[in-house]
C-alpha cells in the first residue's frame, strides 16, 4: 500500500476537508448550514482566484492560506461579500464598495417574477418593454433584468453616490441606463408609459432589529431604515411607481414579512391599483400590484 493514498494524512490540508470544517465552523457562529457552505465556497474560490463553479475540479487540491483569514471574518459575522469586494447574484458577479447595500438571495424570485413578464409582453408583441428600478442598489435588478432580457430598455435610479457609481459599472455593457438621484421624483419623461416597476426600497420599521447581523452592521442605514411602521418608502414607491406605469402597468415591490397585510392594504386605499397582493418569498414579502385607474381620474 503506498503512503500518497492515506487520505487521514493529507485530508486536513484538502480543499474539501477545509470547506467541511470551514462550513462547520461558520455554521457554530449562527449562520443556517446551508448559507454557510455556500459562502465557505464562495471564500474557497475568492482565495483561489476562482469562480465559484470552477471550485469542485480543484477540491483535492491545496487551501491557499487567505482562506483560513476569510473563514475566521465570517465566522465573526462579518458577510461573505463584503470579504470579498462582490456578490454574486442570479450567477453574475456584482462589484460592491463599502457603503453599498448586498443583493440578498430572495431577491432573485422577483427578478426571475420580472423576466417571465417581460418575456410574456414580448411574445404578445411589444417588443421593447420598458422597466424601471426604483432604489436600484448595486443594480441588483436592474442589471440582471437587462442582461437576461437584452430586448426591454431598463433604467434604474439610485439615491447613494457610491452605490449609483458602483451601479454604473455593474450595468456596463447591459443596456441599462442607471443614475443617481431620488427615486421619489425619477424619470418624469417616462410618465404614463412604463410597463413594468421594480423596486426593493428599505422598508425596516425603525427600531426592529430582528434583522440578522451581517444586515444590521454592514447595510448601509439609507438601504435599511424607512420610519415607524416601515412604510415611509413604500407610500412614496406607490406614488412614484403610479405615475410611471402605463395603465395595466405592473409593479413588483419587495417588501417584509411583517408588512404581508399592511402593504397590499395601503395600496387598496389609494384606489389607484388593481389585484394588490402580497406574496412570502423565502426571506421577505413581494406585492404584485396592476396600475389602474382611480375614481374620476381620466385617460
Ligand atoms: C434595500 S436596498 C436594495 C438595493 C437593490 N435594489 C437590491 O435589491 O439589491 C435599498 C436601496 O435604496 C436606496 N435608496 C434609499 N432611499 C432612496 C431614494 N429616496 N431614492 C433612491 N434610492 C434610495 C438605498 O441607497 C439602497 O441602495
Known amino acids: 500500500m503506498s503512503a500518497e493514498v492515506r487520505t487521514d494524512a493529507i485530508a486536513p490540508g484538502v480543499l474539501a476537508a477545509a470547506l467541511d470544517e470551514a462550513t462547520a465552523r461558520i455554521a457554530a457562529a449562527g449562520v443556517d448550514e446551508a448559507a454557510a457552505r455556500t459562502d465557505a465556497r464562495l471564500l474557497a474560490a475568492h482565495a483561489l482566484r ?39 447574484f442570479m450567477g453574475q458577479r ?10 440578498k438571495p430572495e431577491t432573485a424570485e422577483i427578478v426571475e417574477d420580472a423576466i417571465n413578464r417581460l418575456r410574456g409582453l414580448i411574445r404578445r408583441g411589444n417588443p421593447s418593454p420598458v422597466v424601471v428600478d426604483l432604489c436600484a442598489g448595486p443594480g441588483t435588478m436592474a442589471v440582471s433584468i437587462a442582461r437576461r432580457v437584452p430586448e426591454a430598455k431598463v433604467y434604474g435610479v439610485e439615491l447613494s453616490e457610491a452605490a449609483a457609481r458602483v451601479a454604473v459599472r455593474n450595468a456596463r455593457g447591459t443596456g441599462a441606463r442607471i443614475v443617481q438621484g431620488d427615486a421619489r421624483d425619477a424619470f418624469p419623461e417616462l410618465d404614463g408609459t412604463v410597463d413594468l416597476v421594480v423596486s426593493n426600497p428599505p422598508y425596516i420599521p425603525i427600531g426592529l432589529r430582528t434583522s440578522a447581523p451581517e444586515v444590521l452592521n454592514y447595510d448601509p442605514p439609507l438601504a435599511l431604515w424607512a420610519g415607524e411602521g416601515g412604510l415611509q418608502m413604500i407610500r412614496a414607491m406607490e406614488k412614484v411607481a403610479g405615475r410611471l406605469l402605463r395603465r395595466g402597468g405592473v409593479l413588483l415591490l419587495e417588501h417584509g414579512r411583517y408588512q404581508l397585510a399592511s402593504v397590499p392594504l395601503l395600496f387598496a386605499e389609494t384606489g389607484r391599483w388593481r389585484d394588490a397582493e402580497s406574496v412570502a418569498t423565502s426571506n421577505d414579502g413581494c406585492l404584485t400590484a396592476v396600475r389602474g385607474a382611480a375614481l374620476g381620474e381620466v385617460g
Do not use: K, N, T
Open 50 to 88: 476562482v469562480e465559484p463553479s470552477g471550485l469542485d475540479v480543484l477540491s483535492a487540491g491545496p487551501v491557499p492560506a487567505e482562506f483560513w483569514a476569510y473563514v475566521e471574518r465570517r465566522v465573526a459575522r462579518e458577510p461573505a461579500e463584503r470579504i470579498m469586494g462582490h456578490a454574486w
Open 94 to 103: 456584482f462589484a460592491l464598495a463599502p457603503g453599498v447595500f448586498v443583493p
